[in-house]
């Protein structure tokens, strides 16, 4: 069983900066793309920001310039920086992993979700 743990979230003010870290523990074999989604209160989960395993990255328009997303593959974790953070930017934001087993099955994986909350 894998388990994605999320941290960094909190409240910060418009402007500021919050680092997201999620870490993957359990029966892994290997880790292929990792990402950032989020949800806003009656909104739809949305993508934030992917990376492959390689390092090739994604991001949804309303991120770009101001997000960076990261990856340390010895320590299965992926990283979120948020920068120029907007109100519009307050949502529920969780970690997500394609991981591999010793069998060589590809299965999704979620974390539990993180709050971030811009408001002054």
């Known amino acids: 069983q894998v388990q994605l743990v999320e941290s960094g979230g909190g409240l910060v003010q418009p402007g500021g900066s919050l680092r997201l870290s999620c870490a993957a523990s359990?029966?892994?074999?290997?880790?292929?793309?990792m990402g950032w989604y989020r949800q806003a209160p009656g909104k739809e989960r949305e993508l934030v920001a992917t990376?492959?395993?390689?390092?090739?990255?994604k991001y949804a328009d309303s991120v770009k310039g101001r997000f960076t997303i990261s990856r340390d593959n010895a320590k299965n974790t992926v990283y979120l920086q948020m920068n120029s953070l907007k109100p519009d930017d307050t949502a529920v934001y969780y970690c997500?992993?394609?991981?591999?087993?010793?069998?060589?099955?590809?299965?999704?994986?979620w974390g539990q979700g993180t709050q971030v909350t811009v408001s002054s």
């Open positions: 359990g029966s892994i074999f290997s880790i292929n793309a």
């Open positions: 997500n992993a394609d991981v591999s087993n010793i069998l060589k099955i590809t299965y999704p994986v």
């Open positions: 990376i492959t395993s390689g390092g090739g990255t």
